[in-house]
């Protein structure tokens, strides 16, 4: 298959149902907020190694995490309890950390100083946000990802301690629920994600429940209710 390549003087996206079959998109490009508010929009990513051309990827099947389904385990609720949390107290942190922290079977990320800037950008915009866990004031773990209508596009997660990254995708978890979010789009399927309760979806029932919920604009509300933890 001919993968298209985009045209640096539009923001237009191929259609992701004509994605090739690992489910990239186009490649090229560049990661101009306008562009990349555009790709998360109509439910397309970008995914790429660090010096090769951008990969805009639209998979199928498609993992998301509705919110009902999350599946909290007692012991999971205990750690909960022992780490402090906050959103958007340190954004740049969590990417760094994000970028650095050393993964099973990984090597290498694709969490280029490009990314960090492009959606530091979107964090000032208030598109990107990050939810930090905290233990004794030091960050040990926390998340990203950006707010598109009313689902939360999760991009990363890192943890220095145990369950610090699962506390905070608890805590966002509850916060979307509480906040009326529908689902956390979780991108590619992982047998972690999968075990705290998201499903596999094809793609056309990915992209049609996100064009719905594209139409919902949401109020910025972001910032920790401790009556919700």
């Not at 530091?120 to 030091?138: D, F, K, Q, R």
């Not at 992209?207 to 919920?213: G, P, V």
Request: proline letters at 4%; aromatic letters at 12%; one cysteine or more.
């Amino acid at each position: 298959m001919n993968i298209p390549q985009l045209n640096k003087y539009s923001l237009n996206f191929p259609d992701p149902r004509n994605a090739s079959e690992e489910g990239i998109v186009a490649w090229g490009g560049d990661l101009n907020p306008s562009r990349l508010i555009r790709a998360y929009q109509n439910g397309i990513f970008p995914w790429y190694s660090q010096g090769d051309p951008i990969i805009w990827w639209s998979p199928d099947p498609r993992l998301i995490m509705k919110l009902d389904d999350f599946k909290l385990s007692r012991s999971l609720k205990k750690s909960i309890k022992k780490f402090q949390y906050g959103f958007d107290t340190d954004f740049l942190a969590v990417m760094q950390n994000c970028s650095s922290t050393p993964r099973h079977n990984q090597n290498g990320t694709w969490i280029s100083n490009d990314i960090i800037e492009a959606y530091s950008v979107l964090h000032g915009l208030g598109m990107a946000h990050s939810i930090e866990t905290y233990y004794n004031g030091v960050l040990v773990g926390g998340l990203y990802g950006l707010t598109i209508g009313k689902v939360f596009c999760g991009e990363s997660m890192f943890s220095h301690v145990s369950d610090a990254s699962k506390s905070a995708y608890a805590i966002l978890i509850k916060h979307l629920k509480a906040w009326g979010y529908e689902f956390v789009d979780c991108q590619v399927p992982t047998e972690h994600l999968k075990s705290l309760g998201a499903k596999e979806v094809s793609r056309e029932y990915f992209l049609e429940a996100l064009e719905k919920l594209n139409m919902e604009t949401m109020e910025n509300i972001w910032k920790i209710d401790v009556s919700i933890i």
